[in-house]
């Protein structure tokens, strides 16, 4: 690394520091996104990514559920949602998520449910899906429900969250989705989800997960009315909860896409300011292993973009997502095991086949 690079653009003392493996700290993130060089910043969170993963490029053969799109949330960024009784809403039973599963060409090795806070479905309808998966599918991990969701099933069935997930967790659920995070500054939280939990509260039900042992990963939501000192603040607090907990294992950066959405943004996002916002996550998380470019939200290309800017994971075969599609995403609906490494390959890096907590598998 060219340290008179640094020099120039004023950054030497933020540069020394990622060389040296010490933190950063809100100042540091706020002037890595005002540096007028992008390449520069992703050097160093490309530097941090090798050090942390050599060139390994991770990916999990996944299959993602979304089991309802009926909504009591209204959060104005989203493009899923149905409001309860609208037109164009579907829930979707236990049997017809099961017979999706079963007509894949390979039974996944994670399955991803997440769906919107339904105001009828309670809990033993999620304890008998994941029995029922459990049971089907041994083989796979259960990564499923936000923290939006599950203090929804709280407040539905009056017990607490923590008794929430032990239910679950003995039904077969083994980790928690990263969404739901959004971007945790109030004032922009009051215009774009102002009916979800807050952010202490998102993060406070991520720990307790964690305590009780299940996994969790964590999201940013950015590109809509945030500023960078909220995407920095937002990381900040993640890294916190991540030293009190430990348990989250992979960040992913989600780009706010714009199609269908009530909400209308003035700048939307370039694609260098996405890259960017991927390498500053990557520097300052020091605490969490995996940053994920999820090709969904970014796109096949800027995906393998962002490897080169602090990610090492490129999600999975995902199969069928609605979240991102209905809001213009132009990604494929699924990619072949195939066709991702290929893609991670063509970057001149090593794909790795991982299971859902990044264990590496033949
Ligand atoms: O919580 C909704 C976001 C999230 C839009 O944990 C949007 O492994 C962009 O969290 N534009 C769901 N984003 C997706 C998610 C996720 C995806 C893949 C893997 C994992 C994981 C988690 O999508 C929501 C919300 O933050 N979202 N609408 C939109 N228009
Ligand atoms: Fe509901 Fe989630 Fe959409 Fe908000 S983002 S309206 S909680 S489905």
Redesign the pocket.
């Known amino acids: 690394m060219d340290l008179r690079r640094y020099e120039r653009l004023g950054l030497d003392d933020v540069a020394a520091r990622v060389l040296n493996g010490e933190r950063l700290n809100a100042e540091d993130g706020l002037r890595l996104f005002d540096c007028p060089d992008v390449t520069a910043v992703g050097e160093l969170a490309h530097h941090r990514r090798t050090e942390l993963h050599g060139d390994k490029v991770f990916f999990v053969r996944n299959r993602?559920i979304n089991y309802t799109n009926v909504c009591v949330n209204r959060?104005t960024?989203?493009?899923?949602h149905r409001d309860p009784g609208q037109e164009g809403g579907f829930t979707l039973d236990a049997r017809t998520v099961l017979a999706k599963l079963a007509a894949d060409a390979a039974p996944p090795r994670e399955i991803?449910i997440?769906g919107g806070c339904h105001p009828d479905l309670r809990l033993e309808y999620f304890e008998d899906l994941l029995g029922r998966l459990r049971r089907t599918f041994p083989e796979a991990v259960l990564?499923c429900f936000?923290a939006?969701e599950i203090a929804h099933f709280a407040t539905l069935e009056g017990i607490s969250t923590r008794e929430v997930l032990t239910r679950l967790q003995a039904a077969g659920l083994s980790m928690?989705?990263?969404?739901?995070?959004?971007v945790f500054a109030e004032d922009v939280r009051a215009k774009i989800c102002p009916r979800k939990i807050d952010g202490t509260e998102w993060l406070r039900i991520h720990g307790e997960a964690h305590e009780l042992g299940l996994a969790t990963?964590c999201?940013l939501?950015f590109g809509h009315l945030e500023s960078r000192a909220d995407r920095v603040d937002h990381l900040l607090q993640l890294r916190a909860q991540q030293d009190a907990t430990g348990g989250f294992t992979?960040f992913?950066p989600?780009?706010?896409?714009?199609?269908n959405?009530r909400l209308k943004v003035d700048n939307p996002l370039d694609g260098l300011e996405e890259l960017r916002t991927i390498a500053v996550s990557r520097l300052l998380l020091d605490n969490v292993p995996h940053v994920?470019a999820?090709w969904?939200?970014l796109g096949v290309k800027q995906a393998q973009a962002a490897l080169f800017f602090g990610a090492d994971d490129f999600?999975g075969t995902v199969v069928e997502e609605k979240?991102?599609h209905m809001?213009?995403?132009d990604s494929a609906q699924a990619l072949w095991r195939r066709d991702i490494e290929e893609m991670i390959r063509g970057c001149g890096l090593t794909p790795v086949e991982r299971d859902t907590l990044f264990r590496e598998v033949a």
Not at 176 to 182: F, S, Y
């Open positions: 993602h959060c960024f989203c493009a899923y991803h997440v990564k936000t939006v928690l989705p990263g969404g739901g995070a959004e990963n999201t939501l992979c992913i989600l780009p706010f896409l714009t199609e959405s994920k999820y969904v939200m999600d979240i991102g809001a213009g995403a």
